[in-house]
């Protein structure tokens, strides 16, 4: 039912996912929380941002709101443009709307939230290089984007890696090629840099730097409650249907098709090294939904059999929302 609901994309549809994200927001507009508060310095736009709205919190939920909305129907256009979904499918954004909204955690203004919008330009720029013969100035947004998201939240440089091993998926074998990266990461740092020389603080930014191995784990932080342990539960066995259906029996003889899925796998995997980043709410680092959006969407469009896949979303919605609707009693 929904599945098949999703797989268009009319007026009924973009006004019901509307109307979904509103239900999963609704107990954060009616008690906004505020804006999450880190004391690292290593999140200069994010800090910036949150010196000014901290004050704020119904502000900055109705922000995060709209922010989100922003993401979820950019994702599904540049998934539709590079044939993961179909072009008249709003599944993409049925998939990011639900992932991203799952906790109250997630339901206000947080780092990964405001450099999400970073990433998914850096997504689309790297699905678009397999059919593109000059990638240079490709390469280097990508690089930016990843620099800028890490300006708003450190962690995210790990996707330095993920760039990198895009370009040798993509083979991109060109020197200069792969200088480019690195040159783009480095350029907003360096103006970061030169703002903070001319603040007269750039020792004390540059010593802060120090303290970063106190915020690494050993092991993942667990998430919070039982109910939001069972709701990730459910989207692990949600995952691992929908890429058993992705390299199941149908078999993609595209082969870009099969370059931007290795690029997902990649995320996937640099998205897991943020786990071990210490933060008061793990769902708020939770950049493994970006790439698990990905699997359940694409999934989507391939389905033959819907009675698994549906009762899944149907469990996971519902728990979902009780997880929400729980923060008004206490």
């Known amino acids: 039912m929904l599945i098949r609901f999703f797989r268009s994309s009319f007026l009924i549809q973009h006004i019901a996912l509307v109307l ?3 239900l999963l927001w609704f107990p954060s507009f009616l008690n906004p929380a505020p804006p999450a ?44 443009s590079n044939h993961i979904v ?17 906790s109250p955690q997630q339901s206000s203004m947080y780092p990964l939230l405001l450099a999400m919008p970073f990433v998914l330009f850096a997504m689309k720029t790297l699905f678009l ?23 708003i939240y450190f962690p995210l440089i790990t996707l330095v890696g993920w760039l990198y091993f895009s370009l040798f998926i993509l083979r991109i074998s060109k020197v200069r090629e792969w200088i480019i990266p690195a040159i783009g990461i480095v350029v907003p740092y360096f103006f970061l840099g030169f703002i903070y020389f001319m603040n007269n603080v750039f020792i004390s930014k540059f010593q802060s730097f120090g303290r970063l191995p106190e915020n690494i784990l050993p092991i993942p932080q667990l998430p919070p409650g039982v109910l939001l342990i069972l709701i990730l539960t459910v989207l692990l066995f949600m995952v691992f249907q929908a890429l058993s259906v992705i390299y199941g029996a149908h078999s993609d003889r595209n082969i870009a098709n099969r370059k931007r899925k290795a690029i997902t796998n990649a995320l996937m995997f640099f998205s897991i090294t943020m786990l071990f980043y ?51 009693s206490a």
């Open 20 to 22: 979904l994200a509103v």
């Open 37 to 80: 508060n880190i004391s690292d310095g290593y999140s200069p736009v994010y800090l910036l941002f949150y010196s000014f709205f901290s004050s704020w919190p119904f502000i900055t939920t109705i922000l995060a709101f709209l922010l989100m909305l922003f993401q979820a129907f950019y994702f599904n256009d540049f998934l539709a």
């Open 86 to 102: 179909g072009r008249a499918s709003s599944s993409g954004t049925f998939v990011y709307i639900l992932l991203m909204s799952l």
């Open 129 to 151: 290089m397999y059919d593109t013969n000059e990638n240079e100035f490709n390469i280097l947004n990508a690089s930016l984007y990843v620099s800028l998201a890490s300006l």
């Open 278 to 328: 210490k933060w008061s709410d793990p769902m708020q680092h939770a950049l493994i939904l970006l790439p698990a959006s990905v699997y359940l969407a694409h999934s989507h469009m391939l389905l033959k059999r819907f009675f698994w896949p549906q009762l899944f979303i149907i469990v996971l919605i519902l728990l979902s929302l009780a997880l929400h609707y729980s923060t008004l």
